[in-house]
């Protein structure tokens, strides 16, 4: 099943405070790309703005920016577009954007559901490839509210 992720919802930051500090960003992503590699997942996360100073995401995860429209226009306009919008699961934690998902024949979960669903994946710490700082997930994993003995 395809998940789809409410980005800067779920990380609690504004486009633009996320170009600035893109730190938080890049540990979202890491530790979706960890959810990913254990669960076989198809994780896409939607971003507002634009991709001006992106980086390559990890495996398993898809990046979107939704400029010039609103990544919540973007995220229900994709559900409507698809051909079986059931299949797909959107993870936010903005009730409005979830209801009008669901109106549109996909499921919704919060971050709290979602890690609650991904509680079995094992830990995952790996050395990243030269030049990359080394993402610590039981950090990431309380900053976004997390039990991390529960990964």
Do not use: H
Request: proline content about 5%.
């Amino acid at each position: 099943m395809p998940y789809w992720f409410d980005g800067n919802n779920l990380i609690g930051q504004s486009a633009a405070v996320s170009r600035q500090d893109p730190k938080t960003r890049r540990a979202f992503l890491s530790l979706l790309g960890g959810y990913a590699r254990e669960r076989c997942g198809r994780f896409q996360v939607y971003f507002d703005g634009d991709a001006r100073g992106r980086s390559l995401p990890p495996s398993g995860v898809r990046v979107r920016y939704s400029a010039p429209i609103s990544t919540d226009d973007a995220i229900l306009g994709g559900v409507e577009g698809a051909r079986s919008p059931g299949d797909i699961i959107v993870v936010t934690n903005d009730r409005d954007l979830a209801a009008r998902c669901r109106g549109a024949g996909a499921k919704t979960m919060d971050w709290s559901q979602f890690t609650k669903k991904m509680a079995g994946t094992p830990r995952v710490r790996r050395k990243e490839a030269a030049g990359e700082e080394k993402v610590d997930l039981d950090e990431w994993a309380r900053f976004f509210g997390i039990d991390p003995d529960r990964l």
